[in-house]
């Protein structure tokens, strides 16, 4: 069964900073699908960034980075340059590749970008 | 960008009512999803609908739910009866594919049984 785990319940830091989030998961398909998700304080769930499980490069959109370590079975997101913007829950999320299963989502790490 | 439709914003019933929370995904989208949300913690998958049926279930999607999107129209939870174990925020997704293509949310509807 796939499982997500978010250990850091909440981060704080100063903008313009980077800030790692750290997500595990567990699957037993070799085919998968990693996404992050943001959260922000009006309820608004956003799609940011996925990662494809077959693909070695990290993906990056924008100030959105992530830190793939398969063998490790994680998934960093990564933020250079925080904004205050940013402030929100950041969920990662994993969809098995060999069904059309829903993803499963972690608890989420509530980020604080302070000036 | 594409935008997924969630109506009523909140609703507040009566423990033992009927509920129907409404979505409207995105256009062109081909699979749903609910899912259940308490005091802006983990989303708690409840269930994924695809063709005209349900295609996964978690446990949380008790006997009391139901989902269908007579039509193509409005893609609906139902909740019969309700229980105070149901108050949450309910978030609707769709996306155009499954494996790995991203989902879109609505807003949700934030459910309060009393």
């Known amino acids: 069964a796939q499982k997500v785990t978010q250990t850091q319940t909440s981060i704080s830091v100063v903008e313009k900073t980077t800030v790692t989030m750290d997500c595990v998961y567990e699957?037993?398909?070799?085919?998968?699908?990693l996404f992050w998700y943001k959260q922000t304080a009006s309820g608004e769930i956003v799609f940011l960034i996925r990662?494809?499980?077959?693909?070695?490069e990290n993906a990056t959109v924008g100030h959105y980075s992530l830190n793939f370590q398969k063998p490790k079975s994680s998934i960093g997101l990564i933020i250079t340059a925080t904004q205050i913007e940013d402030s929100a829950v950041y969920f990662c999320?994993?969809?098995?590749?060999?069904?059309?299963?829903?993803?499963?989502f972690g608890a989420g790490t509530k980020l604080s970008v302070k000036p | 960008g594409p935008k997924v439709l969630q109506i009523p914003s909140h609703q507040i019933i009566d423990m033992g009512q009927m509920v129907t929370l409404n979505c409207d995904p995105v256009?062109?989208?081909?699979?749903f999803y609910w899912y259940k949300q308490i005091l802006g913690q983990q989303m708690e998958f409840l269930v994924n609908?695809?063709?005209?049926?349900?295609?996964?279930k978690s446990k949380l999607f008790k006997d009391q739910f139901s989902v269908e999107r007579p039509d193509g129209s409005y893609f609906t939870l139902k909740i019969q009866p309700t229980a105070l174990e149901d108050s949450a925020v309910y978030f609707c997704?769709?996306?155009?594919?499954?494996?790995?293509?991203?989902?879109?949310f609505g807003p949700g509807t934030r459910l309060t049984v009393l």
């Open positions: 997704a769709s996306s155009f594919g499954g494996s790995s293509y991203e989902q879109y």
């Open positions: 699957t037993r398909d070799s085919s998968y699908f």
């Open positions: 990662q494809d499980s077959y693909k070695k």
């Open positions: 999320a994993m969809r098995e590749g060999y069904n059309n299963n829903a993803p499963r």
């Open positions: 256009s062109n989208h081909l699979y």
């Open positions: 609908f695809y063709n005209g049926k349900v295609m996964e």
